[in-house]
């Protein structure tokens, strides 16, 4: 827990990505020992997860469970990525997100004009140099998009992509100069994209309502429940279109029991396949 609620959060899995985010809005890191690298200014929060999709999932969940405070926060996925054929160091938004392994699929709505060209994005376990579709290629983005969902609306939450490797320069090309410059070259896109989320952010239902009031005091959620409990009502008022939600259909017996329903009437209502 901390001292203040920042708004936006940015998840990367190398240091090199983190860098020039960190140099050009002079974020502190925090003090107290934490098992990711976690920087910080009053608005924005730069987490550094590490390689993969189990890493990255575990920085989501431990840095949202340390802001319980922060209702529908901006969640954003930055970082390199390969295609077959696009430019090194363009940028591309996520608009499909694959899970290689799972074959499980989401879909980020794009309700905001978007600061870059779109394209789908397939998540690996492993570095593949075979470039044989037109996805973007990451290891860590579905994990974090899975996890992300869980803490806020699915509008705030995004993929951004920086294209570093292709079927002409492959991935043992890749150094860390070169991906600070990259990112360097594309902070603008980011602080964009945050802009937008913003002004979006603004607009969304709110929290606090009376409805969660009513159910956290009718179960007992602990401090991670509840930040989980906010996020799925939020998406649920967003997906419904302003339906009333009856807490009697749901047949809850504890706290555990409702997350679990609210969660299957979402999953009814998502563009997942």
């Known amino acids: 827990m901390t001292d203040f609620a920042p708004s936006a959060f940015i998840f990367v899995a190398l240091n090199c990505e983190a860098k020039p985010l960190i140099q050009a809005w002079r974020l502190k890191k925090l003090p107290q020992k934490h098992p990711f690298a976690i920087y910080r200014n009053a608005d924005i929060v730069v987490v550094i997860s590490g390689v993969g999709k189990i890493a990255m999932a575990g920085a989501v969940a431990y840095t949202l469970a340390q802001f319980p405070e922060v209702a529908q926060p901006i969640l954003l996925n930055f970082g390199i990525a390969g295609h077959r054929h696009q430019a090194l160091g363009s940028c591309f938004l996520a608009d499909k997100i694959t ?68 079927a002409e320069s492959a991935l043992e090309n890749i150094n860390e100069e070169s991906v600070a410059a990259w990112v360097q070259t594309r902070l603008a896109s980011v602080e964009a994209m945050i802009s937008a989320l913003t002004k979006l952010r603004g607009v969304l239902p709110a929290t606090g309502t009376e409805l969660y009031k009513q159910v956290l005091g009718q179960f007992h959620f602990t401090a991670t429940n509840a930040v989980k409990l906010q996020a799925l009502l939020n998406r649920w008022q967003v997906l419904s279109a302003g339906a009333v939600f009856n807490l009697g259909e749901a047949n809850a017996g504890s706290a555990t029991e409702l997350l679990a329903w609210l969660e299957s009437q979402i999953e009814k209502k998502q563009f997942y396949l």
């Open 99 to 166: 899970d290689a392994e799972t074959q499980r699929r989401f879909y980020p709505q794009l309700a905001f004009d978007a600061p870059c060209p779109t394209l789908p994005l397939i998540t690996l376990s492993r570095a593949d140099t075979e470039y044989n579709d037109e996805n973007l290629r990451d290891m860590e983005a579905a994990a974090f998009y899975e996890i992300a969902v869980k803490f806020s609306s699915s509008e705030l939450i995004h993929c951004l992509k920086v294209v570093s490797d292709n």
